[in-house]
């Protein structure tokens, strides 16, 4: 037998909040509201607490419990991952955070020619000692936005660049990634398309003209779509302007609970 060494009494006795596993490249399926799943490579990470009595845990037990569960990432099967990490790891609580890209077919708005378009997104789940389940989940959606100001005071044209907004969610029910993402893009100057013709160059550059917006402008109508969607517990908006003329950015935040 070799020693278990995690077993030993550290020097500091003291606890440790997150201990675990980061940024594991692992394949899982998320679902899809037009495919009902889709495949896709996530960055997840795994943690439990540590009390003070022992010096380390056991890592190999992280990876052991996804295994398990390799598949579908639903609600219920994040849930029986965090159990089995607190079983398995004699634990009070614990911790999983996925990282991964969703794509959507999206259509040029003049050409229609379809292309994927990638968003970056993420799961968090909790267990506490009680064995109470929180989750949220986050989606960053780049939009393009375009500045009243500058188009105030040019006689001709404005600058415009593109934007991130990200919204995290917790919900007591499901909600598509796909409504938050289409939410997000109808309150930007216009959404981004991964393939465009001439035509469609011209169209997009000419209604974002027409709907020139601050990030302060973003960020407070996904705050009024979201307030009407009767699910939701809590939320966060972000966005932020990578600024064409500038040497910053800007941001803006706004986070609600009911």
Known sequence: ????????????K?????????NIEYPISVMDKK????????????????????RGTHMSRFINILNKHRGLITQQ???????????????????????????????APVSNNKGLMS??????????????????FKVRVPVLNLCPCSKEISRWGAHNQRSIVTVTICSRKLIWM????????????????????REDEKYITEHAYQKA?????????????????????????ESENLESIHNHNVYAYISKKF
Not at 35 to 54: C, D, H, W
């Open 119 to 136: 968003y970056n997104c993420g799961f968090f789940a909790t267990l506490n000692a009680d064995d109470n389940f929180s989750q949220h």
């Open 178 to 197: 796909e409504d938050i993402i289409d939410l997000v893009e109808s309150c930007a100057s216009s959404p981004l398309y991964p393939l465009l013709k």
């Open 213 to 237: 917006r601050f990030v302060e402008d973003v960020v407070r109508e996904v705050a009024f779509h979201l307030d009407e969607i009767p699910r939701l517990t809590w939320y966060e908006v």
């Open 77 to 107: 099967i994040l849930k029986a991952i965090l159990l089995d990490m607190k079983r398995e790891l004699k634990a009070k609580s614990s911790h999983i955070e996925i990282h991964f890209p969703y794509f959507l077919e999206k259509q």
């Open 14 to 22: 003291i606890d440790i909040d997150k201990v675990g596993v980061k």
């Open 1 to 12: 037998m070799t020693p278990d060494i995690q077993n030993e009494r550290p020097t500091q």
């Open 35 to 54: 495919k009902e799943m889709q495949p896709t490579i996530a960055r997840i990470s795994m943690y439990v607490n540590l009390p003070g009595m022992f």
